[in-house]
């Protein structure tokens, strides 16, 4: 067992971040194809990947931002500011060099074990106050097998989210009592709840909708999060599916650090997490993943919703 406790701590420090680039100094730049990125998912991973270059400095990162960008794209006084709150977070002083290190620690380099950050999953949630996670996910020999994600916006109070070995855990962000957390057994339409993105341009909600109503979940509640807290719920048993069809024609590919962590923590807690026909994702191919869409489930009603998935896009060639 590894001993994640510094990360847990590393989490909470960017979340820290989060919330105060929120309150205080908030402005997004974009970084190409319309996605915004702050200052805040500098601070965040420059946090994250510090703590693992000091307690895990031989393993590998695949990490959404990069130093480069963080030097180019944002102002001097901006970069000034988020310098300046890592170091009153960490309480140490800190140097850009220092920041850009981190920013690109262990990033291009193999290794058996790898770990894969999205600072701020869910940027756009975090800008329009909304939810967003903090993620960290554990690859071994290219197999999700660990994660944990912090979420400041879970309902009733932020919380963080980890998997090991096979078991997944809940702890509220700022201390408290750790529960083991097992995905739900309901499988009656009426009383499921389904969860797809806010963001129209991100996945097709017409799509999923017939998916749903093929499935006879019609009925389902349906819940719109930013983010991979829609893992989190599933995971925690306050939600049984997540849906996530491209746009017909999307050429986007699926980023690996937008479902690591989630993966590991859903599968660990007793849930399903596989492409439009039922296999499993494939992790072996670096920053994308190759698959066509991503269905999420609590087990019970993952065959029902493949089948489902697989008429409609029959119906749609
Ligand atoms: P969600 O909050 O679940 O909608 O997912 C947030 C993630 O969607 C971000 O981290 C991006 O990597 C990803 N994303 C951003 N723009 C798009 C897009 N146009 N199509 C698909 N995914 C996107
Ligand atoms: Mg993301």
Redesign the pocket.
């Known amino acids: 067992m590894i001993d994640f406790q510094p990360l847990f701590q590393a989490v909470r420090q960017a979340a820290v971040l989060c919330q105060q680039v929120q309150e205080h100094y908030l402005v997004s730049s974009d970084k190409g194809?319309?996605?915004p990125v702050t200052i805040a998912d500098y601070g965040a991973q420059a946090i994250l990947s510090r703590a693992i270059s000091q307690y895990f400095p031989d393993d590998a990162i695949l990490a959404?931002e990069q130093g480069g960008q963080f030097m180019e794209l944002v102002s001097d006084e901006q970069r000034q500011e988020v310098i300046r709150l890592i170091s009153e977070i960490l309480g140490i002083p800190v140097t850009q060099v220092d920041v850009v290190k981190w920013l690109d620690y262990g990033q291009n380099r193999e290794a058996s074990r790898t770990w894969v950050i999205?600072p701020i999953?869910?940027?756009?949630?975090y800008i329009s106050m909304r939810n967003y996670a903090i993620a960290v996910g554990m690859m071994v020999d290219r197999k999700p097998v660990g994660g944990i994600i912090g979420t400041p916006a879970y309902p009733g109070g932020a919380q963080l989210f980890h998997a090991q070995s096979g078991v997944a855990y809940m702890q509220p962000l700022n201390g408290g009592e750790v529960k083991r957390i097992h995905t739900s057994t309901r499988t009656e339409a009426a009383s499921l709840r389904a969860l797809e993105?806010?963001?129209k341009?991100?996945?097709n909600h017409d799509r999923m909708q017939l998916v749903r109503e093929a499935a006879g979940f019609g009925a389902a509640e349906l819940i719109h999060?930013?983010?991979?807290e829609?893992y989190a719920r599933i995971a925690a048993g306050d939600a049984e599916l997540y849906l996530?069809l491209?746009?017909l024609g999307?050429i986007?590919p699926f980023?690996i650090w937008?479902h690591c962590a989630g993966t590991a923590i859903v599968e660990a807690a007793g849930g399903k997490v596989t492409d439009v026909d039922g296999s499993p994702l494939d992790w072996s191919t670096g920053k994308t993943l190759n698959n066509q869409g991503i269905i999420v489930s609590n087990s019970a009603v993952h065959d029902r919703v493949i089948a489902a998935v697989q008429k409609i896009l029959a119906e749609e060639t």
């Open positions: 194809g319309h996605e959404e999205d999953d869910g940027t756009k949630g993105s806010v963001e341009s991100h996945a999060i930013d983010s991979m829609k996530r491209p746009r999307s986007r980023m937008d």
